[in-house]
């Protein structure tokens, strides 16, 4: 019998690059190692695997409705943004939802993908490191407008800006300096774990709904089978949707890539490993670091672990691990074959009848 869950542990590499742009680059510190860890928050890779997966799908994110408040001073302030709540979108059938609006009944989903954070595999496998940049225009001086306010907010004409050069020895460039920018190397690792019994379908309970009314309607009639899973009645999406869905998903959990601005840090983040697994406890032996003993100060190396084979558990090795691993032996195909494996075990599991 097939397990109802999947387990997929990946392995990157990052190149002096941003995963997400707060105050240069998220980090936390390690404790034991004394040392920085760069990441990129598990929602921030949740959304960059539903990217890709509907870029694979050529379908469009669902349409989220933004609320704004005017107090009664005339203050604006931001409102919960609404989700449509109905699965027949894609991201919102693999992502989940919550709306809570006044004078309506919660509904809400909870993701059948659990994601984590990317973060290092090993504290001392990673860097986060500073530079300092400038934002330069100074090579056409006069292309280039400069607009001068005083302490009152008036703007200063040519003559009293001259005027004030002059007077107190300054000039003014066209070049802003931009200090401490953070940026993250090394090797990095994500977790995902997969919920088959929940990922195409939905609960019918009006307890604690996660469907309003109107919508159970709509999805039936749009072909959408009534079943019952281990958390009671459902809706299944229909198979020839499931089919479409399932191909991107595999397609998005490994190849999806940063999708923040990385205008002047792009990295490949190449995938030098996967590995997909029906016990949660495997990937990480798989795909791990060890102390280096007998050394002075303390140090890591990566492994990449392929001495043992394990039934339910599979490895893919691509040729990039080989340049950061010892002993890697990689495939071209490896990537495909991780995407064919995970297909393989989305379309095996019976939706319909668990």
């Known amino acids: ?22 105050d240069g680059q998220k980090f936390y510190w390690d404790n034991q190692f004394g040392t920085s860890m760069p990441f990129s928050s598990g929602q921030q890779v949740k959304r960059s695997v539903l990217d890709a997966a509907l870029n694979a799908l050529g379908a469009t994110i669902a349409p989220i409705t933004f609320n704004y ?21 894609p991201d919102q059938l693999l992502g989940g939802w919550m709306k809570a ?3 309506e009944i919660t509904v809400k989903r909870r993701s059948p993908l659990s994601i984590s954070a990317m973060r290092p595999l090993h504290p001392l496998l ?28 008036k703007q200063l004409s040519e003559e009293e800006i001259t005027a004030f050069l ?10 802003n300096w931009i200090p401490d920018l953070k940026r993250a190397s090394g090797l990095f690792v994500y977790d995902v774990a997969l919920d088959l019994r ?63 601005n990385q205008a002047r840090t792009y990295s490949p983040m190449e995938t030098l490993a996967v590995v997909v697994s029906d016990n949660a406890n495997r990937p990480p032996s798989f795909i ?6 007998g050394v002075d100060k303390p140090a890591a190396v990566p492994i990449i672990d392929d001495s043992t084979v394990l039934e339910g558990t599979s490895l893919f090795v691509a040729p990039t691990a080989e340049g950061y691993v010892a002993g890697a032996h ?13 297909l393989k075990r989305l379309r095996t599991f019976d939706y319909e009848r668990q």
């Open 1 to 22: 019998m097939q397990q109802p869950f999947i387990y997929l542990r990946a392995l990157r590499h990052a190149d002096h690059t941003v995963f997400n742009v707060q």
């Open 166 to 175: 002059e007077k107190n020895n300054r000039t003014l460039s066209r070049r």
């Open 330 to 342: 990689g495939t071209m195909t490896a990537l495909d074959n991780a995407e064919a494996e995970l």
């Open 198 to 260: 929940t990922l195409f379908c939905v609960s019918l309970n009006q307890h604690e709904p996660e469907l309003r009314k109107d919508t159970i309607e709509k999805l039936r009639l749009a072909g959408w089978v009534e079943s019952k899973n281990v958390f009671g009645a459902c809706l299944v999406c229909p198979k020839d949707e499931r089919e479409k869905i399932i191909a991107a998903l595999a397609h998005g959990l490994i190849q999806w890539r940063i999708t923040s």
């Open 101 to 103: 609006a006044t004078g």
């Open 288 to 293: 791990r670091a060890k102390l280096k003993e």
């Open 69 to 89: 408040e005017i107090g009664k001073k005339g203050e604006l302030g931001n409102g919960e943004p609404w989700s449509p709540c109905d699965p027949s979108y």
């Open 126 to 153: 990673a860097n986060l490191s500073k530079e300092n940049a400038t934002f330069d225009r100074s090579d056409k001086p006069n292309h280039h407008p400069v607009r001068v306010r005083d302490s009152e907010g």
